[in-house]
């Protein structure tokens, strides 16, 4: 197996088991996401990944390389961490040198310019890190982790820190960045659009377990367990008759079907729901309505609706069957 | 695991085992265990008297400190003004200053010659807690400042909101939260004046006695071993005693605080809300601060026939007979051994801090670390006279004869700079987020590269204040060194303290000018101490 290969990790701080038998294997070149509520410990199975945690139980590997026994400065991973935890007491071009110290000099000046090249930093070299704004901070740390090309990246929530807009355009900086070096990721975050906007396969985490490991499309189309759908922003859940009496899939037994964001669409010929609420979200409306069975159900449109009730259908390709929870 | 085996092996030798020698001499009469010693002390009314002046001093003089301090922490550091650095500077100086040159500066000042001679309060009560409210106001602006410079005002604000007045916002919501720091100040105030041992060496005569300078008696007049033993004992007890209720005191008062990382809680100074603090405090920065230093300066030259050099001119001989050595052979010495002091202070303290500063994971290893922090501050509770005292008894024979080494003083003075030097280190260590480490280790560093690059990388900014700390403490250092210094070999504090308690006046003269130059080499050095530091912010 060639790539990182994680077995049955388990990582625990006293009684709380944190991870719980996770498997995880990463191919090389090959950026995973982890997704997950706060404490659902996709932090702390990176951490164990990079040997700041130690493993309760399990195996990392790297090809064939047991790394129960190599030290953390020995694994040649890189981590880039929520903070940055830039050295406060280092320039831009000290930190980003740091991991270099065993290139000769002139190695490592080539490769700091290229770097703050590559987070589109240039130039920034002689700068205080503390003089640095928060989005420039985080680039720094990128081309800081990135410095030393680690066989393995590991990201733990590096843009959860910064404002949205930052985040959005800083999202398209660090994929660039790590498919233009071919660096090995593991992206650890509580942002579904980050995880689907980097990764190649997004994994979705919860109480230490790891739910479901998939590429973000089939993620998407066919969450495994209500659960995951639920995380993903399915909502509702329904049973089948009620899903095909308003125009939607039909199920087995044992199986709900989730609503998705754009499941509810507006249909003069199909159902008339009322409408509880309506709010306005980035441009569009929602529209809160009750379902028959009782729920709330969402659905968009362009602007607010001036009745007190919207006749709607379920969009079959905007919905996804699970097994009962 | 050598900077751990190091300082502690250290400290046994050097402080544990001289302490318990000391204990145990309390305790042993005629070769047997006894409890004799002690209780022919505790029966005398003479030792209940000194317990009573010592307690008493201490507790006006912390609560005095404690009054004047609030009102000088707020004006200080909490509020912003032009020339604030530089107030900040001038009331943190006595605290370094030799109590020696404290005790000469007020002795110069209430003596029946000097300019407040009329209030007739030389060798009193009164002047004596003057000069510890002196020597430890700066202790209580500083520790109760800290804090509340970063202490959230909108708690406060949320208070005045309610409509509360501002003396009830101070009382009902300002205090409790800084209460805390005002404890831990004044705990730390309590403990120096409770030892303060220079000072009333200087100022009390023979009247006013102390536990401290009663030991000093007892052992170096009377030659009564087991008594100043048994009043070490005492001592001991009243300082431990303090250390556990202030302790308990702060737990209860410690309740998370919300505080800002930076100093956004300060404001502007203005006249109409902040005219009684200001008022407090700049007259007690001109009358208590002011007024002695100007004096001492101006005193030391007055000579017989108007102002002049003379006092300084006769720091080169031997005051007619009064010492066995000039006294500029005494700075010298003094600098020699203040230095190496520093040096075993400073390369101890930083093995303590590194250990102490790590948090280990190991729930037996973290209470290690906890206990270590604590044992190193026992010499701060133990008095110096204790370590002085210590040394000479249990030092003077098989396996450490080193009463006569010229290495004894160093090592008592580096025992009592110890952990200054360490609380100075420890916090810019303990600031350092554990993350760091990891970052660093993630980029490939190893625990060398690691201690070298992030750990003593941070821990230099601190050094240049704790070699500071540690020389100023060294160079002023009197209670340990009046019981091991030799009087062909004695430092600058020791040869004033024999010129003070000599008539005349060429002896009073040569006094003054050796203080001011104790003072001055003092201050050189900590000024020297706070060049080298960069600034707060930067920490």
């Known amino acids: 197996m060639s790539g990182l290969t994680v077995t049955g990790a388990v990582v625990r701080y006293g009684e709380l088991v944190a991870v719980d038998e996770v498997d995880l294997a990463v191919a090389p070149g090959e950026i995973v996401a982890l997704l997950g509520a706060s404490g659902s410990g996709k932090s702390s199975l990176l951490r164990g990944i990079a040997g700041l945690e130690p493993l309760v139980a399990g195996e990392i590997r790297w090809n064939d390389e047991n790394l129960a026994n190599t030290a953390v400065h020995k694994r040649g991973f890189g981590m880039m961490f929520q903070d940055g935890q830039l050295f406060n007491h280092l320039t831009v071009e000290g930190n980003v040198a740091y991991g270099l110290y065993r290139e000769p000099k002139s190695v490592r000046r080539v490769r700091v310019a290229e770097l703050l090249e590559v987070v589109g930093l240039a130039g920034y070299g002689k700068r205080r890190v503390t003089e640095l704004s928060g989005g420039q901070g985080q680039r720094v740390a990128l081309a800081r982790s990135l410095a030393p090309r680690p066989r393995l990246l590991l990201l733990d929530e590096p843009l959860s820190a910064l404002d949205r807009n930052l985040r959005e355009h800083l999202v398209g900086v660090l994929g660039d960045a790590l498919r233009a070096t071919g660096t090995t990721a593991i992206y650890v975050t509580h942002d579904q659009d980050e995880a689907f906007a980097l990764a190649d396969r997004v994994g979705v985490m919860a109480a230490g377990r790891m739910l479901q490991l998939d590429p973000p499309d089939v993620l998407w189309r066919h969450p495994r367990t209500q659960e995951v759908a639920a995380f993903l922003g399915y909502a509702p859940f329904i049973a089948g008759g009620l899903s095909q009496r308003l125009g939607g899939p039909a199920v087995e037994a044992g199986e709900l079907v989730g609503i998705g964001p754009a499941g509810l669409l507006p249909d003069p010929a199909g159902s008339m729901l009322a409408i509880i609420e309506q709010r306005y979200l980035r441009g569009e409306v929602l529209v809160d309505l009750r379902l028959p069975d009782g729920q709330l159900a969402t659905a968009r449109m362009p602007e607010k609706v001036s009745h007190h009730d919207l006749a709607v259908t379920l969009d079959p390709a905007g919905c996804v069957r699970v097994p009962v929870a | 695991m050598l900077a751990v085996l190091i300082p502690i092996g250290f400290l046994s030798i050097f402080f544990a085992w001289p302490v318990a020698g000391l204990v145990g001499r309390g305790f042993v009469v005629d070769g047997a265990f006894s409890l004799d010693g002690v209780r022919d002390v505790l029966s005398a009314s003479r030792t209940w ?100 410079s970063r202490l959230d005002p909108r708690a406060a604000e949320a208070a005045t909101s309610l409509g509360a007045s501002p003396l009830r916002v101070f009382l009902t919501v300002t205090l409790p939260a800084i209460a ?57 007890v009243v300082v431990v005693t303090a250390l556990l209720i202030a302790g308990r005191a702060r737990a209860r008062a410690e309740h998370a605080l919300r505080l800002r990382g930076d100093d956004t809680a300060e404001r502007p100074w203005q006249a109409r809300r902040d005219w009684a603090p200001t008022a407090i405090t700049a007259a007690l920065i001109v009358l208590l601060l002011g007024v002695p230093m100007v004096n001492l300066v101006l005193r030391s030259f007055a000579t017989a026939d108007g102002w002049g050099w003379r006092n300084y001119e006769l720091l080169s001989t031997d005051g007619a007979g009064s010492l066995a050595v000039p006294v500029w052979t005494a700075a010298v010495n003094s600098l020699v051994i203040a230095s190496q002091a520093s040096l075993i202070a400073v390369l101890l303290g930083v093995l303590v801090s590194l250990v102490a500063s790590r948090r280990p994971r190991r729930p037996s290893l973290a209470a290690g670390v906890r206990l270590l922090d604590g044992v190193f501050m026992l010499p701060l509770g133990v008095s110096a006279v204790t370590v002085g005292f210590g040394f000479l008894i249990t030092l003077n024979r098989p396996p450490f004869d080193l009463r006569t080494s010229p290495i004894l003083i160093p090592i008592a003075q580096a025992i009592v700079a110890l952990p200054l030097v360490v609380r100075t280190l420890l916090p810019v260590l303990r600031a350092i987020d554990p993350r760091q480490r990891e970052a660093a280790a993630m980029l490939g560093s190893g625990p ?92």
Not at chain 2, 117 to 122: F, T
Not at chain 2, 210 to 219: S, V
Not at chain 2, 450 to 471: H, K
């Open chain 2, 448 to 539: 060398g590269r690691v201690l070298a690059t992030i750990d003593a990388a941070l821990a230099l900014r601190g050094l240049g204040l704790a070699v500071g700390f540690a020389f100023a403490t060294s160079l002023g250092e009197f209670g340990a060194t009046s019981f091991l210094s030799r009087p062909d070999h004695p430092t600058l504090p020791v040869v004033i303290f024999r010129l003070i308690g000599r008539p005349g006046t060429d002896n009073f003269g040569m006094a003054l000018a050796a203080s001011v130059i104790l003072a001055v080499l003092t201050a050189a050095v900590m000024a020297a101490a706070e060049l080298v530091r960069p600034k707060e912010a930067e920490l």
């Open chain 2, 49 to 148: 008297r000194i317990i009573g002046q010592t307690l008493g001093q201490a507790v006006v003089g912390t609560a005095v400190a404690v009054l004047l301090g609030i009102p000088g922490a707020y004006l200080l550091y909490r509020c912003r003004f032009p020339g604030r650095g530089l107030l900040r500077a001038i009331v943190s100086v006595p605290f370094v200053l030799p109590t020696v040159v404290v005790g000469v500066a007020f002795r110069s000042l209430f003596t029946a010659q000097g300019p407040l001679g009329w209030l007739g309060l030389d060798e009193s009560f009164a002047a004596i807690v003057v000069a510890l409210v002196f020597f430890n106001y700066s202790v209580i602006v500083r520790t109760v400042g800290a804090l509340w």
């Open chain 2, 180 to 236: 805390p720091a005002v404890l831990s100040g004044a705990s730390l105030v309590f403990l120096f004046c409770a030892s303060a041992f220079g000072i009333v060496m200087v100022m009390g005569g023979v009247r006013f006695g102390t536990i401290e300078t009663e030991i000093w008696y007892q052992t170096t007049q009377l030659l009564d071993l087991p008594a100043a033993a048994a009043l070490s004992i005492v001592q001991l």
